[in-house]
C-alpha cells in the first residue's frame, strides 16, 4: 500500500474525515499508473483539521507555501500544503474542505456516500468535475473518466469525444437534447463530428480561462501572504508541526483574507 492510501487510513482513524480527489484518485480509478502528490477534501471542523495536524506531525511533516490548515481559511476555499520524506521519497500531501466546482449540496452527497469505503475516493462525475483546470493533459482525464460513468447521461456531460458524443445520441435519443442547456455543446451533435469537435475545444479553452481567473483571485489576495511566507519558513524551521502551525495562523491573521469574493474564487 502506497504512503498516500496508508495516510488517507491514518486520517480517516475512528471517523471518516478525508477522500482522496485529484491524481491519486484517477490512479485509483487505473487511469494513471502513479501520482507525485496527495490530494484530499476534509471535513470542515476543528477535531479533522487537528487530527489531520497530529498525523502530519507523526510523520515529521512542515507547510510548505499556501494556507493555514484552519476552518477560517478553508471555509474560503483555501488550500494548506505540507511534505515530509519517508522512505527516500518527498510526500507532498494537499487539503481543502470546499473543492471548486462541487456545490455543497453534492459535498453532503459525496461525504455519505463515501462512509462505507475501506479507501474514500471521488467517484468519477465528481472527480471530472475538480480535473476541469487549466491543464490541457486534464481534459483527456475527463474524457476517460466519462467512459468509466456507466449512464449515458453523465456521459454526454461529461465525454471529450465527438465520436462518443455521436454514438451516445444516437444510442439514446432525444437525451442529449434534454441536456443541451447544461452543456450547450450537445445541440450541435446534429452537424457532425467536425463542427462537434470545435465547440468542444472552445468548451476546453472557455473552462481554462474560468479556472484561470478564479487562481488570479487567490493568487491576488494573497500577495501580502506569499511575500511574507520565507520569513515564516524560516521562522518555523526546526519546530514541530504543530508549534509551527501556531505561528503560521498567527502571521496569516490579518494578511491572507479568509474569503474570497464568490464571483472571483468559484469556476
Same mark, same amino acid.
Given at each position: 500500500?502506497?504512503?498516500?492510501?496508508?495516510?488517507?487510513?491514518?486520517?480517516?482513524?475512528?471517523?471518516?474525515?478525508?477522500?482522496?480527489?485529484?491524481?491519486?484518485?484517477?490512479?485509483?480509478?487505473?487511469?494513471?499508473?502513479?501520482?507525485?502528490?496527495?490530494?484530499?477534501?476534509?471535513?470542515?471542523?476543528?477535531?479533522?483539521?487537528?487530527?489531520?495536524?497530529?498525523?502530519?506531525?507523526?510523520?515529521?511533516?512542515?507547510?510548505?507555501?499556501?494556507?493555514?490548515?484552519?476552518?477560517?481559511?478553508?471555509?474560503?476555499?483555501?488550500?494548506?500544503?505540507?511534505?515530509?520524506?519517508?522512505?527516500?521519497?518527498?510526500?507532498?500531501?494537499?487539503?481543502? /474542505?470546499? &473543492?471548486?466546482?462541487?456545490?455543497?449540496?453534492?459535498?453532503?452527497?459525496?461525504?455519505?456516500?463515501?462512509?462505507?469505503?475501506?479507501?474514500?475516493?471521488?467517484? &468519477?462525475?465528481?472527480?471530472?468535475?475538480?480535473?476541469?483546470?487549466? %491543464?490541457?493533459?486534464?481534459?483527456?482525464?475527463?474524457?476517460?473518466?466519462? %467512459?468509466?460513468?456507466?449512464? &449515458?447521461?453523465?456521459?454526454?456531460?461529461?465525454?471529450?469525444?465527438?465520436?462518443?458524443?455521436?454514438?451516445?445520441?444516437?444510442?439514446?435519443?432525444?437525451?442529449?437534447? %434534454?441536456?443541451?442547456?447544461?452543456?450547450?455543446?450537445?445541440?450541435?451533435? #446534429?452537424?457532425?463530428?467536425?463542427?462537434?469537435?470545435?465547440?468542444?475545444?472552445?468548451?476546453?479553452?472557455?473552462?481554462?480561462?474560468?479556472?484561470?481567473?478564479?487562481?488570479?483571485?487567490?493568487?491576488?489576495?494573497?500577495?501580502?501572504?506569499?511575500?511574507?511566507?520565507?520569513?515564516?519558513?524560516?521562522?518555523?524551521?526546526?519546530? #514541530?508541526?504543530?508549534?509551527?502551525?501556531?505561528?503560521?495562523?498567527?502571521?496569516?491573521?490579518?494578511?491572507?483574507? /479568509?474569503?474570497?469574493? &464568490?464571483?472571483?474564487? %468559484?469556476?
Amino acid at each position: 500500500m502506497n504512503i498516500y492510501l496508508r495516510l488517507t487510513r491514518e486520517f480517516n482513524e475512528g471517523r471518516l474525515r478525508a477522500i482522496i480527489c485529484s491524481g491519486q484518485a484517477v490512479v485509483l480509478h487505473r487511469l494513471a499508473i502513479m501520482s507525485k502528490d496527495g490530494d484530499w477534501i476534509l471535513r470542515e471542523d476543528d477535531e479533522t483539521l487537528r487530527h489531520v495536524l497530529s498525523v502530519l506531525e507523526a510523520h515529521g511533516a512542515r507547510y510548505r507555501y499556501g494556507a493555514p490548515l484552519e476552518a477560517r481559511w478553508m471555509r474560503g476555499g483555501w488550500s494548506s500544503h505540507f511534505e515530509f520524506r519517508e522512505d527516500g521519497l518527498r510526500v507532498r500531501a494537499d487539503f481543502f /474542505t470546499r &473543492p471548486p466546482r462541487i456545490s455543497q449540496a453534492d459535498l453532503t452527497r459525496i461525504w455519505n456516500e463515501q462512509r462505507a469505503r475501506d479507501i474514500p475516493f471521488l467517484d &468519477p462525475p465528481e472527480l471530472a468535475e475538480m480535473k476541469k483546470t487549466n %491543464r490541457e493533459r486534464d481534459y483527456a482525464v475527463i474524457g476517460e473518466l466519462a %467512459r468509466l460513468m456507466n449512464r &449515458p447521461e453523465l456521459e454526454l456531460l461529461y465525454s471529450r469525444s465527438a465520436r462518443d458524443l455521436i454514438r451516445l445520441s444516437r444510442e439514446h435519443p432525444g437525451v442529449s437534447e %434534454r441536456l443541451t442547456e447544461a452543456r450547450p455543446l450537445l445541440a450541435f451533435i #446534429s452537424q457532425g463530428r467536425e463542427r462537434l469537435e470545435q465547440e468542444l475545444d472552445a468548451e476546453r479553452r472557455r473552462l481554462i480561462r474560468l479556472n484561470e481567473a478564479r487562481l488570479k483571485a487567490y493568487g491576488d489576495a494573497a500577495a501580502d501572504w506569499y511575500a511574507l511566507w520565507p520569513s515564516v519558513a524560516v521562522e518555523t524551521a526546526g519546530l #514541530s508541526l504543530l508549534e509551527a502551525h501556531e505561528i503560521v495562523v498567527s502571521r496569516a491573521e490579518g494578511v491572507l483574507p /479568509t474569503t474570497i469574493e &464568490p464571483s472571483k474564487g %468559484r469556476a
